[in-house]
């Protein structure tokens, strides 16, 4: 796994693809994207890297990295269930199931489980917006979800 690779061949990983685009800054999208495929996230040691190769600040770095939700400087666990937090769903009872699902995995919205199996993140609309609340739960799109069987989806993962 990444995070288990010495941190000089994570910054010659980083550094190399950074080079791949010619050390240009308005290819941090392609360069980031390139970085989560190779390392499974941006691990937040890369951000002073990236910034150095494409002159720009750290701030910039992590400001794009924070954006948006496709990039993780966390590993990811093996399961995603991905929670639409988008109004529609958020007034059909989404609220109640983002507590379910915390209390049952004992983690809050943007982590993972200790043993590495479950992340838990929010998305803003799946487009099942009628059938909320709505989830993507291991790539695979699940709707009307309801608290009371958050815990049975859960063990079915786990
Ligand atoms: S608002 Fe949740 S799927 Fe659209």
New binding site residues.
């Given amino acids: 796994m990444s995070h288990s690779l010495p941190q000089a061949t994570v910054t010659s990983d980083v550094e190399e693809i950074c080079l791949a685009y010619g050390n240009r800054p308005d290819a941090l999208i392609e360069i980031l994207y390139d970085i989560q495929n190779k390392l499974g996230h941006v691990p937040e040691s890369t951000l002073p890297v990236i910034a150095e190769a494409l002159n720009l600040s750290r701030a910039e770095v992590y400001g794009v990295v924070t954006f948006y939700h496709d990039f993780h400087l966390n590993p990811q666990g093996q399961y995603v269930i991905k929670i639409?937090r988008?109004?529609?769903?958020q007034s059909a009872g989404g609220f109640e199931v983002i507590a379910a699902l915390e209390k049952a995995l004992k983690i809050k919205l943007g982590e993972t489980t200790k043993d590495g199996k479950i992340t838990l993140e929010a998305v803003y609309?799946?487009?099942?917006?009628p059938m909320?609340p709505?989830a993507l739960i291991d790539g695979k799109p699940k709707a009307a979800i309801k608290p009371d069987k958050v815990k049975a989806l859960v063990k079915e993962l786990a």
């Fill in positions: 639409c988008a109004e529609a769903c609309c799946l487009g099942l917006c909320g709505a």
